[in-house]
C-alpha cells in the first residue's frame, strides 16, 4: 500500500501548544488527475493507534505521539482536530516560532485507505476509512484549502514574561 499525503492550513499556537485541524471534511482537493474529499467518520477506527505529530512528513523531526500522550486527536463535525504539546527540541522551537510569526503553511497527514475504504464517483476520490500513521505541520503550501492558521498565547505565559521584564526592569533601576 502507498502511502498518501494531505495538506490543510488551520493552526493555532497557544504557547507550547499547538492545536488545529488536520484534515477538514469535505473540502475539496486536487490531486492532480483527480479531485478528492474526506467523508466525515473517515478517521473514526484510526483514532485508536499510536500516531506521530512530524515537522513536514520528517521522521527525524518528531514532534509528539499518541502512546506518550503529546499528540491528541479527535473528530467532530468539522474535520480532525489536533492538539500537539511541543517539544523542547529544535523541531519544537522552530514550529513555535513560525506559528508566532504566522509563517507556517498548514497542516498534513499521512495515510494509507484500507480495501473498501473509497468511493469514486467520475473523477472525485471520496475517503470514507483512512488508516492514519501521521500529522504533520508543514512549513510549505497545503494539498486542501479551508484551513486557517492563527496565533493564540497562553494568557498565563503572556502574564508570566510580563512580571519576569517587570522584576528585570527593577532590579535594573536598583542597581542604576
Known amino acids: 500500500m502507498t502511502l498518501e499525503r494531505r495538506t490543510f492550513t488551520e493552526l493555532r499556537a497557544a504557547g507550547r501548544r499547538l492545536e488545529g485541524y488536520a484534515a477538514i471534511f469535505g473540502s475539496m482537493a486536487n490531486v492532480g488527475s483527480f479531485q478528492e474529499r474526506i ?42 482536530a489536533f492538539s500537539i504539546d511541543l517539544p523542547s527540541t529544535q523541531a519544537g522551537r ?24 473509497e468511493s469514486w464517483q467520475g473523477s472525485i476520490r471520496t475517503l470514507t476509512t483512512i488508516a492514519l500513521k501521521e500529522i504533520s505541520v508543514v512549513s510549505a503550501w497545503p494539498a486542501y484549502e479551508g484551513t486557517e492558521i492563527a496565533l493564540r498565547a497562553l494568557q498565563a505565559s503572556a502574564e508570566a514574561r510580563r512580571r519576569r521584564r517587570v522584576l528585570v526592569m527593577a532590579e535594573a533601576a536598583q542597581w542604576a
Request: net charge negative; charged share 25%; glycine share 16%.
Open 39 to 80: 467523508a466525515p467518520g473517515a478517521f473514526h477506527r484510526a483514532l485508536g493507534g499510536d500516531i506521530l505529530a512530524l515537522l513536514d512528513h520528517d521522521p527525524s523531526k518528531l514532534l509528539a505521539r499518541t502512546r506518550s500522550g503529546t499528540l491528541r486527536l479527535s473528530e467532530d463535525s468539522k474535520g480532525l
Open 94 to 117: 522552530d514550529v513555535e516560532a513560525l506559528a508566532e510569526r504566522g509563517d507556517l503553511g498548514g497542516c498534513s497527514f499521512g495515510f494509507t485507505v484500507p480495501e473498501g475504504g
